[in-house]
């Protein structure tokens, strides 16, 4: 039986040490790059972090050193496929907010949802019982679109830091240790699984987060994580393309005024090179059209959606090969394949917004047909390739008018 009754003294003085948590907080480093991070494979598992505490990657600058990194990677190691790890931060987030940027991320296109916000409560020191029946909805929403692995990590020991190894932090540490007591129950009843993050290994408290305490905490993670994807083993549906989906993807990421870049032209260029095609392209496609943001191998302004190949590919999991356009039923009229461009083969992997709308593709093409194998080892470049030219798409900023 968890004693759920909180002296006021501890209260008082738990809002004194969040002032302090708070001091501690502004003067370090935090993830500035785009929310994402991933390990390239086949058959990619997507999965969503949301939250407080190590979501939010305090004493790292870039989210490939943080947690979500640090899952990716661990992740493709566990299964041997590909992890593509997003993440919604958020410094305060306990249960009451947690539901609304779960909601925001359209997290009905994960394959796992990670929460994260018992350390957030423990220093509010939330009443239990009122806190047990808000994580217990919490869990089922995440739980209620669709088959899904969903995760609650519990509050990692707050004294293993040194600035909060402290009156203040004993008191919390105390009060977290409860919560995950409450938290363990809950997952079970609902059935999410429990991760309760351990210390980090080493002598002493740090002043600060490390690479080496992201990865620590990402292998208990996937611990618990890998079993249940491979024992489910079932992907996600894709979201179907809409047009106008895209339309407004592609307005919110201003698309429209993107001239020329220097780095997504390379990242084309490379896979033109890399796959020994004569045409390579970053193309996107809105509700009519398809058009080059980037290309290599020929000029085209755009071409009718209906003509289009990349439509095609954005509806795939995991990226679409054609080895003969002549033989494909979707192709074998298309004027790209009949006319003098005489395009036989083509490959491309799907492009997001950071939403989730698919609004294009990386996409290769060559007049030589190819045979099937051949075609799944180019979208393992493609894959990767496609991953870094959407994080060039998303830091864009347009310029000031």
Known sequence: MVDDRVPLSHR?????????VAAVRSRLVRPVDGRQAYA??????????????PVMGWGVGSHDLALPGAVARALAAATGRGAVVDVVPHPS?????????????????????????????ALRMAELPAWAVELRKLLEHARSCGPRTVVWLGAQPILSIQPYDNAGGR???????RLNTVARDVCHETGALYVGLRAPDHAEPRRRRTPADYLFWARQIVDALAPALQERDAQRA??????????????????????????LDGIVSTAKRTLGTEIAMFTVLDDR???????????????????????????TDDGMVVPNAEEDDRFAANALVTGPAGLHYYAGYPVEAPDGTRIGALCVFGRAPRDRTEGEADLDVLRELALLAQRELWRWEPPED
């Open 12 to 20: 008082v003085a738990m809002r004194l040490w969040r002032a302090h």
């Open 40 to 53: 390239a494979g086949r058959r990619t598992i997507r999965v969503l972090l949301v939250g407080s505490g």
């Open 93 to 121: 987030a306990g249960v009451a907010r947690l539901g609304r940027l779960l909601d925001r991320a359209g997290f009905e296109r994960y394959d796992a949802v990670v929460l994260s916000g018992a350390v957030a409560d």
């Open 171 to 177: 008191i919390g540490d105390q009060h977290a240790r």
């Open 238 to 263: 894709v979201r179907a393309a809409d047009g106008a989906d895209r339309v407004e993807a592609i307005e919110r990421l201003k698309l429209s005024r993107r001239g020329g870049d220097a780095r």
């Open 289 to 315: 059209s398809e058009w080059p943001l980037s290309s290599t191998g020929a000029v085209l302004h755009s071409i009718p959606i209906e003509q289009s190949a990349c439509i095609h590919t954005i509806q």
